[in-house]
Every structure is written in structure tokens, then in C-alpha cells.
């Protein structure tokens, strides 16, 4: 059976795909369902935005869908950017925007208090209306500077606990196994393994 990824972020899809390598299951993207609408993240929460695109996606293909709605959490600023991180610097605002404000929100912050969390909400849903969800979390601290050239979004100013390479500066497979979507993406596997095991068996 397909299973359609509800997003157009390439980056996404490229990360989802890399985890879930060796599973034997047909992924789609959007771009296979260009009738398909955009969907409206106005959920005030993660697990509110990743069940609303999963069920609007699975209805408009007729087919599983998995969304995530993900975000970093800066527990000095209580919470933000948090549901808002894509958009944390304004509508269209790109990562290099959204990091520089950031940055400029926590210039006073002492190193001490600069704790934060990506978070990481991954929906499952049927064309009737059923979901799942699950839930990856990744601690660390906010960095000065940005460093490091892979990944996207906050990595290159996010050092996971016990590390002092940024996210942005970790080979692929390493920040798989710390990351919150590679987290939330193993519990999604499980799940599938689990419940469709005799249609998406391992290879």
C-alpha cells in the first residue's frame, strides 16, 4: 500500500524517507497530488496541526496519510517560537530570518538559561477519519552563533544534550538518533510493523 507525505518540504520528505528506508511500503509526496489543497496550519497546537493536514490529506487521495507539525520550544521565552517556528519572523520569513530573530530575542539570555526542545508530533490518518499520533522530543540549548551547514530550519543553533556539535554539523544518520522526528519516525515505524505488519513487512 501508498502512504502519502503531507508536505511539500523537500527537506522533510528527504528525512522521513532516509528513516524509513527498508520498509516495504510506496511513498508519496504531494507532489504526486498536485489537486490536493494547501492546508492551513492554524492549530494552536503541534499535535492540533499534524492530525488536521494528515485527515484533510488522507480524504483528498483516498489513501494513508502522515503529517508532523514540529518546533522548537525556548523555554527562556516561554515556550516560543513553538507552533509558530516556521513563520517565527513573519509569514514567507525563511530559516536564516527566523534564526536571527531568534538570536536577537535571547542576546541577554546567560548561557545557563538557554534550555530548549524540538518537539515533534507525527499523525497517521485513514481515509475514514481514524488517526494515530506520536510524539518525538529532543533536549539541548540554544547556541550564539549559528554553526554547521546540514539540516534546516533552527539545527545550526540547537546543541542536543551532551553534545557540542549542533545539529547542523551532525552526519544525517547521527541526528536521526537524537532528533525529535527521528524519534516520533521510529514510533511511526513501529506502528506500522505492529498493525500492517503483514503489508509492510521489513525487506
Do not use: Q, W
Not at 58 to 80: F, H, P, Q, R
Not at 166 to 173: R, S
Amino acid at each position: 500500500m501508498d502512504i502519502v507525505l503531507a508536505t511539500r518540504n523537500k527537506k522533510k520528505v528527504e528525512e522521513i524517507r532516509r528513516i524509513l528506508e527498508g520498509m516495504n511500503i510506496n511513498i508519496l509526496t504531494m507532489d504526486d497530488f498536485p489537486t490536493c489543497p494547501e492546508v492551513e496550519e492554524d492549530a494552536d497546537t503541534f499535535e492540533g496541526n499534524a492530525v488536521k493536514k494528515a485527515l484533510l490529506v488522507a480524504m483528498c487521495t483516498n489513501k494513508i496519510a502522515v503529517a508532523d507539525d514540529s518546533g522548537l520550544e525556548v523555554y527562556a521565552l516561554n515556550g516560543d517560537p513553538g507552533v509558530r517556528s516556521a513563520r517565527y519572523a513573519g509569514e514567507g520569513a525563511d530559516d536564516i530570518a527566523n534564526i536571527r530573530k531568534l538570536l536577537e530575542e535571547m542576546k541577554d539570555v546567560p548561557d545557563e538559561n538557554r534550555g530548549a526542545r524540538f518537539v515533534c508530533c507525527i499523525a497517521v490518518a485513514y481515509p475514514d477519519g481514524r488517526t494515530e499520533t506520536f510524539f518525538g522530543f529532543a533536549e539541548g540549548r540554544i547556541s550564539r552563533e549559528p554553526k554547521g551547514r546540514i539540516g534546516f530550519g533552527y539545527d545550526p543553533v540547537f546543541y542536543p544534550v551532551g553534545y557540542n556539535e549542533t545539529f547542523a554539523e551532525m552526519p544525517p544518520e547521527e541526528k536521526d538518533a537524537l532528533s525529535h522526528r527521528g524519534k516520533a519516525i521510529s514510533m511511526l515505524k513501529e506502528y506500522i510493523m505492529k498493525i500492517h505488519y503483514s503489508e509492510y513487512k521489513e525487506i
